[in-house]
């Protein structure tokens, strides 16, 4: 993890409510953008807009990993998996059920934050900077294959 991580998660958990973080990312997109001007060539040329829109998705990715996770040990801490398993003994298709159940939601959920971020990072993009769209060759396979990276 860089630098910038380690500084987000520690801002995040100092009590800032993400304040300081939000400024942060403000700061480092309009600097980022604003250096479009004095980037090399190369660096021009191998700028991927849908990329640069899909980086936040990420940090969505450790989420959906802990909300995994809670969904499948919450009964075992309250005690309510005894009633689970009492009205459906096999257990294994009890957990079956829960993984779907997760997989479901977690693939509605993930596309509608991947195209989210997408929409909303290319909106951010100021004009000299490329901007990609859905119907551009490997942009929509990008966008929708972002959540299984």
């Known amino acids: ?10 801002n995040m958990d100092a009590g800032g409510h993400g304040r300081r973080e939000r400024r942060r990312c403000r700061n480092r997109l309009s600097s980022s953008l604003g ?18 829109s ?24 309250t005690g ?33 934050l991947s195209f989210s971020a997408f929409l909303l990072g290319q909106a951010l993009l100021r004009s000299p900077v490329p901007h990609a769209t859905l119907s551009q060759p490997g942009v929509l396979r990008a966008v929708v294959g972002a959540d299984w990276q």
């Open 1 to 10: 993890m860089d630098q910038d991580a380690h500084g987000a998660l520690d």
């Open 80 to 112: 309510t998996i005894r009633s689970t398993l009492a009205a459906v003994p096999n257990r294994p298709l009890v957990l079956a059920t829960k993984a779907a159940v997760l997989a479901i939601v977690t693939l509605v959920v993930s596309e509608l």
């Open 54 to 77: 899909l980086t936040g998705l990420l940090f969505s990715q450790l989420i959906i990993g802990v909300l995994g996770v809670l969904v499948m040990s919450a009964e075992y801490g």
């Open 35 to 52: 250096s479009w001007h004095t980037m090399s060539l190369g660096d021009k040329l191998s700028f991927d807009p849908t990329s640069v």
